[in-house]
């Protein structure tokens, strides 16, 4: 009966493993906000660069890398800038030996930072959540590039592109720019005359990311673009409505 009582209290301790005990992961990219207290970061391959003083990382693309979605409320926040309110370093950093932000902040931090635009981020996790967040320096920020396509909603902040057969998913913040063909920023998608737009059908009105929102809010199907992105960050920097709907 002893032996039947250990068995059983044994198998117990097993199954009842608590969620704590799940494994540590770590991803490295460009974070954008997903939602109230919330992250998405796909993952990049990262090297640890030091040289002439500098302490950063070169990110490089992940074949076939799924994107992470994480929640971060409960998370320290290490900044590399001097105190948790700079937008920008100022040319002061507050880095450890591995070049990851050691200022220690809060998640209200972080919320602030990525409704500005996507931030470079170490995460720690487990399961769904993030425990330990950290920015870093790029070695090289990645350039941007135009193209024509199609863009579909999915939130207030991101978007899927799809051009040249392939579909990618961009995140845009109120620095993204919107220009209009119709006769003003709050009309819907095309709605009236294309009074503003150029030759090639091009939007000329410019408008805001805000605007962007409240257009694409108006249709239910991929509607025509012309975009300026960046793709190594996945973010939307321009936006042109085009005459001619997808």
């Known amino acids: 009966m002893r032996l039947l009582a250990c068995a059983t209290a044994l198998a117990m301790s097993f199954s009842a ?11 490295y990219g460009y974070a954008w906000a997903d939602g109230e207290g919330h992250l998405r970061i796909v993952p990049k391959s990262a090297t640890f660069v030091r040289k002439d003083g500098f302490l950063g990382y070169r990110l490089k693309a992940v074949t076939k890398a799924k994107e992470v979605r994480l929640g971060y409320t409960r998370a320290s926040y290490g900044r590399v800038t001097v105190a948790c309110d700079l937008k920008e370093t100022e040319g002061r950093v507050a880095l ?11 998640p209200g931090d972080l919320d602030d930072a990525l409704g500005r635009g996507p931030v470079p981020l170490r995460v720690e996790y487990r399961g769904a959540n993030a425990v330990k967040v950290n920015e ?17 909603r999915v939130n207030d902040t991101t978007v899927l592109f799809a051009t040249g057969g392939k579909q990618v998913k961009l995140g845009y913040t109120y620095a993204t720019s919107f220009h209009r063909t ?9 709605a009236g005359e294309p009074v503003n737009a150029d030759k090639k059908g091009l939007g000329k009105k410019s408008c ?7 257009a694409l809010k108006t249709v239910k199907h991929p509607v025509l673009v012309k975009i300026d992105y960046t793709p190594g960050v996945d973010g939307v920097n321009e936006v042109w409505e085009v005459f001619g709907d997808a």
Do not use: H, N
Not at 17 to 27: D, L
Not at 208 to 214: H, P, Q
């Open 96 to 106: 450890d030996a591995k070049g990851l932000g050691r200022t220690a902040c809060k």
């Open 136 to 152: 870093f320096l790029v070695t090289e920020w990645p350039g941007s590039r135009t193209a024509r396509g199609t863009l579909e």
């Open 17 to 27: 493993a608590p969620a704590s005990a799940q494994a540590t992961e770590v991803v």
């Open 208 to 214: 805001t990311s805000a605007d962007l929102t409240r």
């Open 182 to 190: 119709t006769a003003r920023c709050r009309d819907g998608w095309l």
